[in-house]
C-alpha cells in the first residue's frame, strides 16, 4: 500500500526547505472516516505533513479528495479519525465557535475562487484578520499590501473581483487566506477553473509559497507543478489512500492498475 | 376652460388636508408594515439557515395561510374577530397587523430565494478563514442578499402600499376611505377617484424610481446586476 515514503523521511531534495527546518509533522490526519448517508465517502485517510513539505493529492473525479481536505479543516465533521495541529490533537467534537481558531490556522484555496464580490481585493483580504484577530484597519491594510505585492498584484488592490481575470481572482484568494497567518494551506484544484495561460501565475505563486517554507496541502492535476514542487504524493481512489511516495515514484513506477490507468489518462 | 374647472379645484383645495392626512396614514401604515416584515421576514430565513424540518414546516404552514387567504378577510379578522378574543386594536391597530402578518409571510419568500442566492462557496469561504457565523451573515451574506432581493422586495412594496386601500373596509381614514367619503357629499366620483389614483400612482413612482436608483448603483459600484444570474 505504501509506497515506503516515510512521511518523516526529510522532504524532497528539489523543496528548497529541505534541511532547514526540523521534521516536526505540522498537520495529521489519522484513519478519517466520512460518510454521507450510506455512502463511505472517506474510508480511513491518513496523513502526515511535515513542517514545510508540499504533499500533493491526486486521484480521479469522486475519489474524495475535496472531502478530505475539507475534512482537514473542520468545514465538514469527520465521523471517525483524529486530527493533529502541531503536535495537538484537536478535539473534532467541539462546536462550530470552538473550531473557528483552528481553522484559522489552516488556510484554504477554492477552485472557484469565491472571492467576495461586494468587496475590492484589498477589502477581501483585511475582512478577516479585522474581525477575527481585531487588528487595527491601519495594520490590517500594510499587511494586506504586502500580500498583494507577494502575489503580484499590488496594483489591482482596489479592483473589484469582477475586474480581475481568473488568475488574479485566484491570486487575491490566496492573499487571504494567507493574512490569517495560517500554519497550513490546503489547495483545491485552484488551477482547474483557469485558463492554460492563466495557470502559470497561480502555479508560481505557490511555488514562492513553497519556497519560504509553507507547509502546503494541494490537490492539483498540474503534474509538472507536482513533480518539481511536492515532497510526497498521495493517489487516492475510491475514498483510500492507495499509493503514496515520492513523485518521481508515484508518476513513473505506478504498482497498482489504479494508478496506471490513472496516470495514463491525465499524461496524454 | 378656468370657468368649468374652478369648482372642481375648489373641491379638491377644500378636501386637501384630509387628503394629505389620508396620504400620511397611508405612508406611516406602510412605512411601519414594512419595516417590521422585512425584519421578521429577514430573521426568520436567516433561522432556517441550519434550523431543523420543524422550522420549516412552521413557517410553511405560515405562510400556506397569510399567502392564502385574502388580505381582507385577515384585515376583518383582526378588526372584528380580534376584540372578541379581547384584543381590541382600533382600525388602525388592526390593519398594521394584519398587513404586517399577510406581508411577513412574502418577505420570507423574499429572504429565503435572497440566501438561496448567494453561491455556498460565499458561506464556506467565510467558514474557511474562521469568521464566525453572525459577522459572515452581517458582513459578506447580507450586503449579496439585499442585490438579489432589492427588485422583488421592491416590487412587492409597490404592491403593499396600493394594498393599503383595502383598509378603508376596516374604518381606516386612508386614502381610500377619504375618498369614499368625499364621493358621498360631493358627487364628484371621476374627479375624485382620478385625484386618489394619481396619490397612489406617486407613491409608487418614488419606489420604482428608488428601484430604477438602487440597480445602478449595484451596477457602477461592483458591476453586480441585480438581475438573478
Ligand atoms: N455533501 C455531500 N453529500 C453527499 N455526497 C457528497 C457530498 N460531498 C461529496 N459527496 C460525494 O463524495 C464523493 C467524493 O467527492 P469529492 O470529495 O468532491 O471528490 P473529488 O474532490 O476527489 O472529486 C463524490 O461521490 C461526491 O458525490
Ligand atoms: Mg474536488
Redesign the pocket.
Known sequence: MSQGADPRSPAHEDSPSAGAMPTRVMVEARAIVKRFGSNTILDGVSLAATSGSVTAIIGA??SG???F?RCVNLLIRPDAGELFLDGQRIDTDRRERDLLRYRCEIGMVF?SYNLFPHMSALQNIIEAPMIVHRVSRAEAVERAMGLLDKVRLRHRAEAYPHQLSGGEQQRVAIARALAMRPRVMLF??VTSALDPELKGEVLATMRDLAADGMTMIV?SHEMSFVRQVASEVLFMSGGRIIERGAPDSILDRPQSPELSAFVARIMD | MDEALSPTMDMIISLWPRFLDATLLTLAIFVIVSVMSTTIGLLAALATIGAGRWLSMVLAAYGWVFRGVPELVILLFCYLALPQLGLDLGPVGAAVLGFTLISTAYEIEIFKAGLAGVHRGQFEAARALGIPLPSALRRIVLPQVVRIVATPWITYATGSIKRISIASAVAVTEIMQVTKQAIAFSHQPFTLILFASALYATMASILMIAEIIAARRFKQRFGLSTELP
Open positions: 473525479s469522486g479528495k475535496s472531502t481536505l477552485q483545491d484544484e490537490v
